[in-house]
């Protein structure tokens, strides 16, 4: 039942189109004068929190990719690895970190793109260099718990925290509604509200500041001219229900695109692993027989070293970089008719993409 992507077209490297399937339906978005729309589809209603995760997806894609494809003087990709000609899987592999604002650093490194708010509450982009790939994947991991209780963990997570700030909103709102006159329980009520606005107004997210503003008001129990205004102070703790009934679900809409991310990197993680687990094993195997210039034993050495060159993402990159080049001098001799050498080199390649994947 859930939404995924199914192709991104491009291009010139500029995404155009982000198609989606949800439940044997396909749902095709474009930008168009600055934003999302949707192309006509069959008619069948689509539940509000599937539509809204895939217009946020498709928003992230479309946009991502249209401000890479034209890159000013200023601002250049000198740090982006670029694979001049993929081959095999490579392309897909590339394209799926795209579609998930993840680029590959010529270091090995990957670069995460965020949208995040400012201290003046305006949203900007922001990106996060990691070092390798197991923290990039900690990070997407870091960012759910951050959104969700975990087990374990102190901090109950931003959706528990907007889930009991709205029960105290709902009592404040019962209580004005009814114009109670309980001096005791309307100390209680203003001492979580304050408490409530505190904890809201140290968020730099637009939504929940607003909500603040609210909750200080609320707070007072009296409106503007001092009085006892049990009307508007119920419609004020409307509104800032509002504003938090927003970011709930905006959160809701954001983990999915998270996970996802999470999970492409996972997959890639499996994939540099598997590549140095495969050269290891096709090396053994070409070390049992005799090295010779035939052209099916340069096929073989070949396949290696492709195996080898697309391990890109540290902690893999640097072993896969040591055994290709181990292979690759190999090779050399081999063509050089310098047969005895090369048993040696690759024995010690071999060794290298084994001890990285242990």
């Known amino acids: 039942m859930g939404a ?6 491009r291009v010139d490297g500029q995404a155009l189109e982000a198609r989606f399937s949800w439940s044997g339906l396909e749902i095709v978005f474009f930008k ?3 934003r999302i729309k949707e192309k006509k589809r069959r008619r069948r209603y689509i539940p509000e929190p599937f539509y809204k995760t895939m217009r946020e997806q498709a928003r992230g894609i479309l946009f991502e990719r249209q401000s890479d494809a034209r890159p000013s003087k200023r601002r250049t990709n000198k740090d982006i690895l670029m694979i001049a000609r993929p081959q095999g899987d490579e392309e897909e592999r590339i394209n799926v970190l795209l579609d998930y604002k993840t680029r590959i650093l010529k270091s090995g490194g990957l670069r995460i793109s965020r949208h995040l708010y400012n201290e003046d509450g305006l949203i900007i982009r922001v990106n996060q260099d990691f070092s390798d790939i197991a923290k990039a994947i900690r990070s997407q991991k870091h960012i759910l718990e951050n959104y969700f209780q975990t087990s374990g963990k102190n901090h109950p997570g931003e959706l528990k925290d907007l889930e009991e700030i709205q029960a105290d909103l709902e009592m404040a709102h019962g209580y004005f509604l009814i114009a109670d006159h309980d001096q005791k ?3 209680q009520i203003a001492s ?17 500041k607003e909500a603040a503003d609210y909750f200080y008001e609320l707070a007072a129990l009296e409106d503007s001219l001092a009085r006892r205004n049990p009307s508007a102070l119920a419609a004020k703790t409307v509104a800032a229900k509002n504003r938090l009934e927003k970011r709930a679900e905006a959160i809701k809409c954001i ?3 998270i996970r996802a991310r999470r999970a492409v990197l996972l997959l890639e993680e499996h994939q540099l692993a598997h590549n140095l687990c495969q050269a290891a094993w096709e090396i053994k195997l070409i070390n049992q027989g005799k090295p010779d210039k035939t052209e099916e034993y340069q096929k073989k050495l070949n396949h290696v070293l492709y195996l080898l060159q697309s391990v890109w993402i540290e902690p893999f990159k640097k072993p896969g970089q040591k055994a290709y080049g181990l292979v690759s001098e190999a090779g050399w001799h081999i063509r050089q008719g310098a047969l005895a050498k090369a048993p040696a080199l690759l024995i010690a390649a071999e060794e290298i993409c084994g001890q990285e994947i242990k």
């Not at 304050?194 to 997210?205: E, F, N, T, V």
């Open 192 to 208: 979580r509200l304050s408490r409530a606005a505190d904890k809201l107004s140290a968020s730099r997210h637009r939504l929940k």
């Open 185 to 187: 329980k309307a100390r």
């Open 32 to 34: 168009q004068n600055g």
């Open 4 to 9: 995924h992507v199914t192709e991104v077209k």
């Open 255 to 257: 983990a999915p695109y």
